[in-house]
């Protein structure tokens, strides 16, 4: 699967949670080989455009054509500093338009690969009458899309979580195995334990065979475990915390939702409270291969 990200798209909003994820996106591209491509969004400002989700995501002070011009040279510093540090091929782009309608058009247009946005976390209000942006954004694309909070280390990526849930995520393991090889990293299979502390038959034989799958394709260190928790979700984070992970990879979804908390409509998706960055997997690009092997 040599070459999965061969195009990587930074959404950039000038903020450090923002640079912090371009730095990301570089640090990836970097090691891929990828074309890296720096996205500004201004919004088309009307009354309207108030009541939108995106009017929450990006800070927009400056609506005149000066303040336009400020950005475009903000963003090519960005992108001269992003080629001198991580030694990428990288182009800017400053749009205007709806957030998630840019963004949709510009994946679509130039193929896009991978997403990567800095993910600030809102309160519990804001995340009710506001969409996050992250969740906007996940559910329109079908490529994968790395949310990055602003704790985490944007230079390495040693320790990676990826949580075993019904089916052998093939997807996933396919894509932790790529960023293992780049980047001499660890991959962490972990499984969900019954209330009782046991794993359960299902969930035992779909964790070995995701570990045999991923032994039959590479010699990376490879470790299993089972985890207490209410959800995949709320054990992953919790995890990824204990070990020290660098990245979590989850199939947007079930697997994506924490169960058992006030307001969870809102607030219970592991991107709305991982410390750690999350690559999401589009839910179409990994079909359960047991569900296939039962056919």
Not at 38 to 58: M, N, Q
Not at 117 to 124: A, E, S, V
Not at 218 to 224: L, S
Request: with cysteine; net charge positive; glycine share 4%.
């Amino acid at each position: 699967m040599e070459g999965n990200f061969r195009k990587i798209l930074a959404l950039v909003d000038y903020s450090a949670v923002s640079r912090h994820a371009a730095e990301e996106a570089a640090m990836i591209a970097s090691k891929f080989g990828s074309d890296l491509h720096l996205l500004h969004i201004s919004p088309k400002f009307d009354r309207s455009y108030l009541v939108r989700p995106e009017a929450y995501f990006f800070d927009t002070e400056e609506y005149d054509e000066q303040g336009y011009y400020k950005k475009v040279d903000k963003l090519e510093k960005l992108k001269i500093d992003l080629i001198k540090h991580y030694d990428v091929s990288a182009v800017c782009f400053e749009e205007r338009g709806s957030f998630v309608e840019v963004v949709k058009r510009h994946v679509e247009d130039f193929q896009i690969n991978l997403v990567v946005l800095g993910f600030k976390k809102r309160t519990w209000l804001g995340e009710i009458v506001f969409q996050s942006k992250t969740r906007s954004i996940i559910k329109v694309l079908d490529c994968e899309v790395l949310c990055v909070n602003p704790e985490s280390d944007s230079k390495k990526l040693k320790k990676i979580v990826l949580p075993v849930g019904k089916f052998i995520p093939e997807k996933r393991m396919r894509l932790a195995y790529e960023l293992a090889k780049k980047f001499a990293a660890r991959i962490h299979l972990i499984a969900l334990n019954n209330q009782d502390g046991n794993l359960s038959n299902e969930s035992a034989k779909t964790l070995i065979a995701s570990y045999q799958y991923l032994k039959d394709v590479t010699n990376i260190p490879i470790e299993c475990n089972a985890v207490q928790g209410k959800s995949l979700a709320e054990a992953s984070i919790h995890y990824a915390k204990v070990v020290g992970a660098d990245l979590i990879l989850i199939n947007e979804g079930v697997e994506s939702d924490l169960r058992g908390r006030i307001l969870s409509k809102f607030r219970g998706n592991i991107v709305n409270n991982s410390s750690v960055p999350v690559l999401s997997v589009h839910a179409m690009n990994e079909e359960p291969r047991n569900e296939r092997n039962r056919a």
